[in-house]
């Protein structure tokens, strides 16, 4: 009983979080610390920090990259809840067993970071709708699974502040591939 009890505790603190950290962005509140970070490093670190996760449920989980110092610009804090909540997803719409990628490819004013996933997919007619908040594609399994539908909403508000955009490519039963960009410069009308 007692564990239920945590169980809902979490799953509500964790909903408190994610209606603040909306309202916030939603009020122009939520003020960003943009600075120069290494890209490779931090997402080595991130994909080691959710690797348990994965591992309980035998998902194979790897970062690849071809270059190891790439420096960008932004706010590491907000990118780690960027790539939290997209490898989350990748893990939790996906069989036991399959692959969870993230990859880091150097542009020239750029970097391209992506989370691919060879879980479930999502059917075309839903692709547009999946970044806003409170939407869940198949109604049973993602309440089974637990969320509230605002992840890739935040997801989304945090990469277009750093004046940037997300994209999302997909096909039912072979997987899907969230892409994003960050500049390796402050870009014009981004201050910290
Ligand atoms: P929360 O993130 O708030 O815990 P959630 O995961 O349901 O809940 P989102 O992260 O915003 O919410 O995702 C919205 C919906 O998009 C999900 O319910 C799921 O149906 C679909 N979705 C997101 N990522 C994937 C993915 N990698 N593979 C398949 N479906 C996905
Ligand atoms: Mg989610």
Redesign the pocket.
């Known amino acids: 009983f007692l564990q239920k009890t945590l169980k809902n505790v979490e799953r509500l603190n964790s909903l408190l979080g994610?209606l603040i950290d909306i309202s916030r962005i939603e009020s122009g509140e939520m003020k960003l610390r943009f600075r120069y970070f290494n890209v490779s490093e931090f997402l080595e670190t991130v994909v080691e920090e959710m690797q348990l996760v994965a591992q309980l449920k035998n998902i194979s989980f790897s970062f690849s990259s071809e270059q190891n110092n790439v420096e960008a610009f932004g706010d590491k804090d907000r990118l780690r809840q960027v790539m939290t909540?997209l490898i989350?997803?990748?893990i939790?719409?996906s069989e036991a067993k399959s692959f969870v990628t993230v990859r880091l490819h150097d542009k020239e004013d750029t970097v391209e970071i992506s989370v691919s996933?060879t879980?479930?997919?999502?059917a075309a007619e839903h692709l547009p709708r999946?970044f806003e908040r409170f939407?869940?594609?198949?109604q049973d399994r993602?309440r089974a699974l637990g969320?509230?539908?605002?992840?890739?909403?935040i997801v989304k508000h945090i990469v277009e502040a750093h004046g940037s955009f997300i994209n999302v490519q997909?096909e039912i039963g072979k997987g899907?591939t969230f892409t994003f960009y960050i500049w390796k410069t402050s870009p014009k009308g981004i201050t910290s």
């Not at 939407?135 to 198949?138: A, E, T």
């Not at 969320?147 to 909403?153: D, E, N, P, R």
């Open positions: 994610d909540n989350d997803n990748a939790k719409y996933d879980g479930y997919g999502i999946i939407y869940r594609v198949d993602s969320g509230t539908g605002l992840g890739l909403a997909s899907t």
